[in-house]
């Protein structure tokens, strides 16, 4: 059964950077991509980076484009999400999901990690 782990949230000034963690177990993690989301206090929850099994091939929502940076570490089964320039409107819960390349996301929605930009 597929798990996920979400870890490195905290509170940071705008402008400040963070790295999320996203670990992953119960799957061949090799077969698997991962979607990064976030939901906002009173909003919907939104999608914000993926990348595919190779970790070749990554793709953005248009708010983080240029600031965030995903990538994979397949011996660890982990997968990164590089925050940099942040803002505050960054603030969210995020939470990352396996995605099987047939059957989409799979899973259940993991705790998350709370980040928080403010000064």
């Known amino acids: 059964q597929v798990q996920v782990v979400e870890s490195g949230g905290g509170l940071v000034q705008p402008g400040g950077s963070l790295r999320l963690s996203c670990a992953v177990s119960?799957?061949?993690?090799?077969?698997?991509?991962v979607n990064w989301y976030r939901q906002a206090l009173g909003k919907e929850r939104e999608w914000v980076a993926r990348?595919?099994?190779?970790?070749?091939?990554?793709d953005y929502a248009d708010s983080v484009k240029g600031r965030f940076a995903i990538r994979r570490d397949n011996a660890h089964k982990t997968v990164y999400l590089q925050m940099n320039s942040l803002k505050p409107e960054d603030t969210a819960v995020y939470y990352c999901?396996?995605?099987?390349?047939?059957?989409?996301?799979?899973?259940?929605w993991g705790q998350g990690t709370q980040v928080t930009v403010s000064s």
């Open positions: 999901r396996a995605r099987h390349p047939g059957l989409g996301d799979v899973g259940s």
């Open positions: 990348i595919d099994s190779s970790g070749r091939r990554s």
């Open positions: 119960g799957i061949d993690f090799r077969i698997y991509g």
